[in-house]
């Protein structure tokens, strides 16, 4: 069975513009989750999606949205790109909504902003 | 507040050495998760590891152990035989029960040098 994949794989954009980046779960899963990963840290809890619903949301600035679709993939949207947006974005899937932390991550998404 | 740390930025060590990776965390809830997850340069994060607070034996698998001490909220890795695969980036992480919020200390940089 195919992992968590996500779209794309790099990105750069200029200041001020607007990115979204995708994830497709593991089948059968219904819950994606999003972090963001600074270069030299940890990952950062962005948010969690499960059924189509917000179930979870970290300490970003609503220039970060994002949303689950039928199929239970997701979009992360970022408007007004700041440079300090630069980061990987992982998303995570899981079976149920809390899953004792079995969350799968995908490969990331390298976004650089100049 | 609910925090990782993970005090060794960097560790190296000779193939087939042991090498031990400490973390502390800080928690006010008692039911948790705890794991390790290994970050290559491929960017893929993968779990090597998971805890359930509530048991007292420690986790092991395979060449990898845990030494789980809820009082002291410390989560330490050991790595036995250690091989060229395992140099990549490690991260401590824990998940409240009932939450799906992963939180992530700053990483350990291990190299495994042949």
């Known amino acids: 069975d195919a992992g968590v994949t996500q779209s794309p794989t790099h990105l750069i954009k200029t200041r001020g513009q607007h990115v979204t980046l995708r994830c497709s779960p593991i089948?059968?899963?219904?819950?994606v989750s999003w972090y963001q990963q600074v270069l030299g840290q940890g990952p950062q809890f962005i948010f969690q999606?499960?059924?189509?619903?917000?179930?979870g949301r970290g300490n970003f600035p609503d220039r970060f949205s994002a949303r689950q679709f039928p199929n239970y993939s997701s979009e992360l949207n970022v408007n007004a790109l700041l440079l300090g947006d630069s980061a990987l974005y992982l998303c995570?899937?899981?079976?149920?909504?809390?899953?004792?932390?079995?969350?799968?991550f995908g490969p990331g998404t390298r976004l650089t902003v100049t | 507040a609910q925090t990782v740390t993970q005090s060794q930025p960097e560790m190296s060590v000779q193939e087939a050495e042991t090498v031990t990776l400490s973390c502390t965390y800080d928690?006010?809830?008692?039911?948790?998760?705890l794991f390790w997850y290994k970050q290559p340069p491929s960017r893929q994060m993968i779990l090597v590891i998971r805890?359930?607070?509530?048991?007292?034996q420690n986790a092991t698998e395979n060449r990898f152990s845990v030494n789980f001490q809820k009082a002291a909220k410390s989560f330490s890795l050991k790595i036995s035989d250690s091989q060229l695969g395992d140099t990549a980036m490690y991260f401590c992480?824990?998940?409240?029960?009932?939450?799906?919020?992963?939180?992530f200390g700053q990483g350990t940089r291990l190299t495994i040098n042949p």
């Open positions: 992480a824990f998940v409240i029960q009932g939450a799906q919020k992963l939180v």
């Open positions: 089948s059968g899963h219904k819950s």
């Open positions: 995570a899937s899981s079976l149920g909504i809390y899953s004792g932390g079995e969350q799968y």
């Open positions: 805890q359930e607070a509530y048991k007292q």
């Open positions: 928690t006010s809830e008692n039911n948790y998760y």
């Open positions: 999606y499960y059924e189509k619903e917000e179930r």
